[in-house]
């Protein structure tokens, strides 16, 4: 089984300009979340997704980052205009609805640098 | 507000030793505590999990202790190894299929 797959691996970009994240989860797994992991803290929620609706974006900053989901399979991820605070590794898990759901399946993740 | 509060930051132990990592949580709605390993420029990976009803899971050398009345549990990784060196986070949520909560992390670091 192929795991979460996220592109790019590493974006340098200068603070006020924009830049979008790829996800694609693990087959069949109809749940998608992103978190963000600022350097030595845990992973945080931005948003969730399942299959192309969304569950919980109560911490995404929506003055400045948005995401979407179509045809409910890959996601994006856009900052737009990115601050230096925006520094992290942007996460994306998958997961299974119904019988084995809990479990989340994390990719390698998008390190982020904004200068 | 930390929803998951965890301790030690790092650890340093000897081959050989017991590795012990501690969380704590407030909201008594959490359902399941998820341990995950991460390792430097990769995603965190699931290593072990438990769900309130049992008050200890082990699976091979690494055991999750859960005190429910205390709202703590910990890990415990017995004959810890060099490999096990790594950033352990623990996590909580509320039914399955919705957010993590995770903890700040804690550092290993297994000295040969």
């Known amino acids: 089984e192929a795991g979460v797959a996220q592109s790019p691996r590493y974006k340098i970009i200068e603070k006020r300009q924009s830049v979008a994240f790829w996800c694609n989860p693990i087959?069949?797994?109809?749940?998608l979340y992103w978190y963000q992991q600022i350097l030595g803290q845990g992973p945080k929620l931005l948003i969730q997704?399942?299959?192309?609706?969304?569950?919980?974006d109560s911490q995404l900053p929506k003055d400045r980052f948005s995401a979407e989901r179509l045809k409910g399979v890959d996601s994006t991820l856009k900052i737009q205009p990115a601050k230096l605070e925006d520094s992290a590794v942007y996460l994306c898990?998958?997961?299974?609805?119904?019988?084995?759901?809990?479990?989340?399946?994390f990719g390698p993740g998008t390190r982020l640098t904004v200068t | 507000q930390q929803q998951v509060k965890q301790s030690p930051q790092s650890l340093i132990v000897q081959k050989g030793g017991i590795s012990i990592i501690n969380c704590a949580y407030e909201?008594?709605?959490?359902?399941?505590f998820p341990w995950y390993q991460q390792f430097p420029g990769k995603g965190p990976a699931l290593l072990i999990a438990?769900?309130?009803?049992?008050s200890e899971k082990k699976e091979g050398r690494f055991t999750i202790s859960f005190n429910k009345s205390a709202k703590q549990f910990s890990l415990h990784i017995m004959d810890s190894q060099p490999g096990d060196s790594a950033t352990y986070f623990c996590?909580?949520?509320?039914?399955?299929?919705?957010?993590?909560?995770f903890g700040t992390g804690t550092s290993l670091t297994v000295i040969p």
């Open positions: 898990a998958s997961s299974r609805v119904g019988q084995g759901a809990g479990e989340q399946y």
């Open positions: 087959s069949g797994h109809a749940t």
């Open positions: 997704f399942q299959n192309n609706g969304v569950v919980d």
């Open positions: 909201n008594t709605a959490f359902d399941y």
């Open positions: 438990i769900r309130p009803d049992v």
């Open positions: 996590a909580a949520s509320i039914n399955t299929g919705n957010q993590f909560y």
